[in-house]
Each structure stands twice: as structure tokens, then as C-alpha cells.
């Protein structure tokens, strides 16, 4: 089944743990990105790669990290997290060109404390 | 850049009424998306556009895109309580970054 999978889908740490979200897609899609959605604000773009090795900023990028090493896996990293990136976050694949639509993983939910 | 807006933010309906979302993007392109989310779920695809004038329909939802004005709409015919969600519209960038609007939210009551 083709999918995007994500995890951990919720998590609960402290101010300043490092944490990593993991992504995975199987269907051999060059592009992956991420976001965050917070209410009011829709879906906010971070990170996103058009393909191994090839990464670039979104709109909120500030503490975050990302790395793309392999085509399938996507982790979002926050060295640091602070309160205010507690949040839902998606993220999501395409092939590039052909004009797909994106597809999502389930999110993971994210407190900061 | 790229922005994207949609509205309305939000939308109540009554069951069996019509109405229509609006999604206005800000520069050239011609590849326009639909998405629907439901509480606490993932974003499903419902609609690709693309090109000047295509039209897409899928029971009572119906989008258009207007390229010329770089516009989309979003058409809910006869609305039932099921299409209750928040729909996002997203638009491609010249490099095939996809943006996102902020969402409609979609009550429909009966």
C-alpha cells in the first residue's frame, strides 16, 4: 500500500530535548516536505527536498533541521524545542513533474512543555 | 513569493443550501489542488487542476480554475452534513513547491 508513515503520531517532552520525527514514503517520490499546522493558521510550510541531498526552507524554518540522505526517509529534527513549536505536523510526498498532488502522512502532535 | 488566500476562514451552511470557496493565488501558474481534512485526520486529495478554464466535479463538490485571474473555486451544491471539514486549496510554485491557503472550515448544519 502506498503510503507516507510518521512517528511517533503524538509526543509529549520538556524544553530543550532534542527530538527527531521520522518519515518514511514508499513510493519512490523525489519531493517530501513538511508542516506544521496550528489552528487559525492553516498548514505552514518548514522544510522541503526535491530530492537526496537537495533540501530548502519553507515559510517557519527557524529550529528545525532536516536531512535527506536517503529518497524514502525525510526526519525532522528539533535541536531545542521551545513551547511555541508545540504543534500538528504533517509531512508529505510527490513525484516531481506530472503534476501530482501531495500525499500526506497522519501527523504527529507535538507538546512541548 | 507565493501566497495563497483563501475565503471564507469560515463557513456555516445550511443542509440543501449552495455555496462557494474562493482560492486566489498571487503569481503565474496553472496547477491548482484541493485537499479535505477531517477533525483530527490527514489531508485527502480531492481535486487537480490543471489548466485554464478545467473543471472538476466529484457529487455535490465542483472546482474551477481561472488562470487569467489566477483564481479557483470550490462549489457545494445541495450541501450535506458529510462535507462538513476544512478544505485546503494549494498552488505550485515555479520550482514545484507546493503552498497551501489557510483553509476553509466547512459546518453544515442540518
Known amino acids: 500500500e502506498a503510503q507516507v508513515t510518521q512517528n511517533p503520531r503524538y509526543l509529549i517532552t520538556v524544553t530543550g530535548k532534542k527530538l527527531t520525527v521520522t518519515c518514511s514514503q514508499n513510493?519512490?517520490?523525489?519531493?517530501m516536505s513538511w508542516y506544521r499546522q496550528d489552528p487559525g493558521l492553516g498548514l505552514r510550510q518548514i522544510y522541503y527536498?526535491?530530492?537526496?541531498?537537495?533540501?530548502d526552507k519553507g515559510d517557519v524554518p527557524e529550529g528545525y533541521k532536516v536531512s535527506r540522505k536517503e529518497k524514502r526517509n525525510f526526519p525532522l529534527i528539533l535541536e531545542s524545542p521551545s513551547p511555541n513549536q508545540t504543534s500538528l505536523y504533517f509531512c508529505?510526498?510527490?513525484?516531481?513533474?506530472?503534476?501530482?498532488?501531495?500525499?500526506f502522512g497522519d501527523g504527529t502532535r507535538l507538546s512541548i512543555l | 513569493e507565493l501566497k495563497v488566500e483563501q475565503n471564507p476562514l469560515f463557513l456555516s451552511m445550511q443542509e440543501g443550501k449552495n455555496y462557494t470557496i474562493y482560492c486566489n493565488y498571487s503569481?503565474?501558474?496553472?496547477?491548482l489542488y484541493w485537499y479535505r481534512q477531517d477533525p483530527g485526520k490527514s489531508l485527502e486529495s480531492l481535486f487537480v487542476l490543471l489548466s485554464n478554464g478545467a473543471v472538476k466535479q466529484e457529487g455535490r463538490l465542483m472546482a474551477s480554475l481561472d488562470t487569467k485571474a489566477r483564481l479557483s473555486t470550490l462549489h457545494i451544491t445541495a450541501a450535506v452534513h458529510d462535507l462538513s471539514a476544512t478544505y485546503f486549496c494549494?498552488?505550485?510554485?515555479?520550482?514545484?513547491?507546493?503552498?497551501f491557503g489557510a483553509g476553509t472550515r466547512l459546518t453544515v448544519k442540518p
Open positions: 503569481t503565474t501558474s496553472d496547477r
Open positions: 527536498s526535491m530530492n537526496v541531498e537537495v533540501t
Open positions: 508529505a510526498s510527490r513525484p516531481t513533474g506530472g503534476y501530482q498532488p501531495q500525499h
Open positions: 513510493m519512490n517520490h523525489e519531493y
Open positions: 494549494a498552488v505550485d510554485s515555479f520550482n514545484n513547491d507546493m503552498r
